[in-house]
C-alpha cells in the first residue's frame, strides 16, 4: 500500500472515529428529535418492524374480527352472501362478480368438521381454509382435496392426542388454533346468484362428534362489514391479540423476543403508556406508508406485457407459494408487499391459475392513475376468460371498496345485459368521480378517492398465456 492510500485509510479512520463520538455525546439528535430517548427509538424500530412481519397475520385476524362483529356470527357460524358483496363490505381487493361464504373456528375446543358439496349444475365451491398466519392448509371443490366431489375436512388442532376417526373424512392438520375459510359459490352456466346462494347451504360445519347441532348460516348482505388492518398503535393490540392464543414457530422467536421488549407477551397484559402509544402509532402508519411503496414496485415490477401498463399481481415466492420462507431468511418485504394488498392466496400458485389478476400502473399515456380523473378500460369482445371477467376499483389508501350511493364497486360480464355494448361487441367500463353522459350503467363510481384497479379473468384461455391477446391500456377521458 503507497503512502497516499495509507493517509486516505486513516482520513477514514479518524472521521468514522469523530462520527462514533459524536453520536455518543448526542443520543438526543440521533433520533430527529421525535424521541426522548435511545429506549423510545428502539421501541418505534421494533414495533414497525412488527407491523412489517405481522401484515398476513393482522389482516386475517381483522377478517376474523370485523365478521364476529355482524349480529348472529359466531364460531362455526357459516356467512353466506346472497349476491356479490357491496362498497358498504370493507375487505382487501374483495370480488364484485361471485357472492362469498366465510366461516370461523378455533380448534382450542376441538377438531371441526366441514362438510362441503359436491360440484353440480347450479353452482360449485372454490376457495381454502387458512390458517392464523394466513397460510392455506386445505383447499375445496375442483381444485381442493375432495376433486369436487364434496367431502368431510377434518380440521385437527396443533398437538392434538385425542381421537380422530379412521375413515370417512379428509385430515387437515393445522398449526393454529384460529383457522379462517372464504369459498367462492361459482354458479353453473344457466344458474343464477340465487342458485348458487342456495347451494351454499348444503355446507355444514361443527365440532367433532356434536354432528346434530344445526349449522347456522346468516346472510352478510345486509350488514355493514369492516374488516381492514389498523394502521396505527391498535396494530400491536392486534398482534397482542394473536400471539397470546397461537403457538409460536421457530422461524418466529426472535421477532417474539422483540415484541417482550415492548410488552408484547403470552399471559401477559399489554397496557402500554400514552408516550408508548404515540411512539406505535407512529411506526404503524410508518410501516403502512413503506409497504405501500413495496407494493408500488411490487406491480412496476410484474408488468405482463412489455408495450402495456398492466401488471400482474399475484406473484409468487420462489417455492411457488406465499410463505416467502427460503432456507436461509424470511423475506419480510416481499411477503408485506404480497400480503397488505391481496387476502388469501392460495397454496400454490402453478403455471396457470385459474383465475388471473391485473393492475393497470399507469394509464395509455404512462401517467399514473390519479383522483378525480374519468377512465376508461375497454373490454374486448374476444377478451380469453372462459368463465367470466370483472373490474373492480378500490379506495388506493384502503385497497378496499369505495362507499358511494350506487353501492356498485365493480361491473362484468355478468352485468353486460344492463350495459351499453359497442358495436364490435366490446365494452367499456367507465370509472371516475361522475358518470359520462347516458353512459351510467357502465360506470363505477370512485367519489373523489385515487383509484386502484383490477381486472379479474376467470378461466384465463391460450390467448392470454401465450400473450395472442393483448389488453388495452387504461384511457383517460377528457
Known amino acids: 500500500m503507497d503512502m497516499k492510500n495509507i493517509s486516505l485509510t486513516l482520513l477514514v479512520i479518524l472521521m468514522g472515529l469523530s462520527s462514533c463520538q459524536q453520536t455518543r455525546n448526542t443520543k438526543e439528535s440521533s433520533t430527529n428529535n421525535k424521541f426522548n430517548s435511545i429506549e423510545e427509538q428502539v421501541a418505534y424500530q421494533r414495533a414497525f418492524e412488527a407491523v412489517v412481519w405481522a401484515t398476513p397475520a393482522t389482516a386475517i385476524y381483522r377478517l376474523r374480527e370485523g365478521f364476529l362483529d355482524v349480529p348472529g356470527v359466531d364460531d362455526n357460524v357459516v356467512v353466506a352472501y346472497s349476491k356479490p358483496a357491496l362498497s358498504i363490505h370493507k375487505a382487501i381487493t374483495a370480488n364484485t362478480a361471485t357472492p362469498y361464504i366465510t366461516a370461523y373456528t378455533d380448534l382450542r375446543n376441538g377438531p371441526v368438521v366441514l362438510e362441503v358439496p359436491a360440484v353440480s349444475e347450479k353452482a360449485s365451491l372454490y376457495g381454502q381454509v387458512v390458517d392464523a398466519w394466513q397460510s392455506t392448509i386445505a383447499g375445496v371443490g375442483p381444485s381442493g382435496a375432495d376433486k369436487g366431489k364434496g367431502g368431510k375436512y377434518l380440521l385437527i388442532p396443533p398437538n392434538y392426542n385425542g381421537p380422530i376417526p379412521a375413515s370417512g373424512y379428509i385430515p387437515v392438520q393445522s398449526t393454529t388454533y384460529r383457522l379462517a375459510l372464504v369459498f367462492r359459490s361459482i354458479r353453473g352456466k344457466n344458474a343464477t346468484d340465487e342458485d348458487a346462494y342456495a347451494y351454499t347451504q348444503s355446507m355444514k360445519m361443527y365440532y367433532l362428534g356434536d354432528k346434530t347441532t344445526e349449522t347456522k348460516f346468516v346472510d352478510g348482505i345486509p350488514h355493514k362489514l369492516n374488516t381492514l388492518p389498523r394502521y396505527d398503535y391498535r396494530a400491536l393490540e392486534d398482534i397482542h391479540a394473536i400471539f397470546s392464543v397461537e403457538p ?34 407512529m411506526a404503524a402508519k410508518d410501516a403502512y ?140 367500463v367507465y370509472f371516475g368521480p361522475e358518470a359520462p353522459k347516458g353512459l351510467e350503467s357502465n360506470w363505477v363510481p370512485t367519489e373523489g378517492k385515487k383509484p386502484y384497479v383490477w381486472l379479474r379473468l376467470y378461466g384465463p384461455d391460450e390467448a392470454f398465456w401465450d400473450k395472442s391477446f393483448v389488453m388495452p391500456d387504461v384511457q383517460l377521458v377528457k
Open 248 to 281: 409460536v414457530l421457530e422461524r418466529d422467536k426472535v421477532m417474539m423476543g422483540m415484541l417482550a421488549s415492548i410488552g408484547i407477551e403470552k399471559g401477559k397484559p399489554f397496557n402500554p403508556t400514552p408516550r408508548m402509544k404515540e411512539i406505535f402509532d
Open 289 to 428: 406508508a413503506y409497504m405501500h411503496n413495496l407494493v408500488d414496485q411490487h406491480h412496476t415490477d410484474g408488468l405482463y406485457w412489455e408495450d402495456r401498463n398492466w401488471s400482474f399481481v399475484m406473484r409468487s415466492d420462489n417455492a411457488d407459494g406465499f410463505e416467502f420462507v427460503s432456507e436461509d431468511q424470511i423475506q419480510l418485504d416481499k411477503r408485506a408487499a404480497a400480503w397488505s394488498f391481496f387476502t388469501l392466496y392460495p397454496k400454490k400458485l402453478g403455471e396457470r391459475p385459474a383465475t388471473v389478476y391485473l393492475a393497470p400502473t399507469a394509464d395509455d399515456a404512462g401517467n399514473a392513475l390519479e383522483a378525480g380523473n374519468l377512465y376508461k378500460i375497454t373490454i374486448p369482445k374476444d377478451i380469453p376468460a372462459k368463465q367470466f371477467w370483472s373490474v373492480t376499483v378500490y379506495d388506493d389508501v384502503t385497497w378496499a371498496f369505495i362507499d358511494n350511493e350506487m353501492e356498485r364497486s365493480g361491473l362484468g360480464l355478468f352485468n353486460t345485459p344492463d350495459m351499453q355494448m359497442n358495436e364490435d361487441g366490446s365494452v367499456d
